[in-house]
């Protein structure tokens, strides 16, 4: 069972590790607020992780045929969110963040910010469902009531590598922090804010490709 939980613990690490829209969004929350804001953000992405994780281990494969026969909508409205976010991102003045005192409901928002933005990205699934063939996971080798415990344990391991990857990027980038001058932090900002900007307009005109093709063919 040992093999389960490392085998879920390198999933969880090897799906947050592509540098993607949440990954800017870490990195700019713990450049503007610190590095429990920057941990929080990426642990949204964990629980979302460990969502699809869980569906995909029980079976319930529904989720992945919706995604793939309504991926164009499901590509449209991830656009539409992670696009907002990015828009917010680049009108927020990370000075006036750094100065005010951070309050824990915001940390909260933070993370369900991050988790908006996966739950409605499809290639979540995707990437952990591609994690779980490089592993070779299979649990069809256990009983059925191994195999809960096993599932179990794999979730587990899944959101911690997660988490263990978020907690180390934040503290990394949080090193840096200190060395950052304000004026290196608002182009930052502006920055992380065009780039998540730019993905969801990727994405939403992905989907929206996807859509006149459709009708089209």
Request: hydrophobic share 55%.
């Amino acid at each position: 069972m040992l093999e389960v939980f490392l085998k879920g613990l390198i999933i969880g690490i090897g799906a947050s590790i592509p540098l993607g829209p949440i990954g800017v969004l870490c990195i700019q929350k713990t450049l503007s607020k610190g590095r429990l804001a920057g941990f929080l953000t990426g642990l949204g992405a964990s629980i979302s992780d460990t969502f699809y994780s869980a569906i995909s281990l029980l079976g319930l494969f529904l989720v992945d045929t919706f995604v793939d026969n309504h991926k164009a909508l499901v590509m449209l409205v991830g656009g539409i969110v992670i696009a907002l976010i990015g828009v917010k991102v680049y009108f927020t003045n990370p000075v006036r963040q750094i100065k005010q005192k951070k309050k824990p409901s915001r940390g909260i928002a933070d993370m369900f910010e991050s988790l908006a933005m996966t739950i409605t990205n499809p290639g979540s699934i995707f990437l952990i469902l591609a994690m779980f063939a490089a592993v070779r996971l299979d649990m069809s080798a256990y009983s059925p009531e191994e195999s809960r415990h096993a599932i179990r344990l794999v979730l587990v391991g899944i959101f911690l590598g997660s988490a263990l990857w978020w907690y180390l990027l934040s503290t990394l980038i949080n090193v840096f922090r200190k060395k950052f001058r304000i004026k290196q932090l608002i182009i930052i900002n502006k920055i992380s804010g065009i780039v998540i900007l730019a993905l969801g307009v990727i994405s939403f005109g992905e989907g929206l490709f996807l859509i006149i093709k459709q009708y089209l063919m």
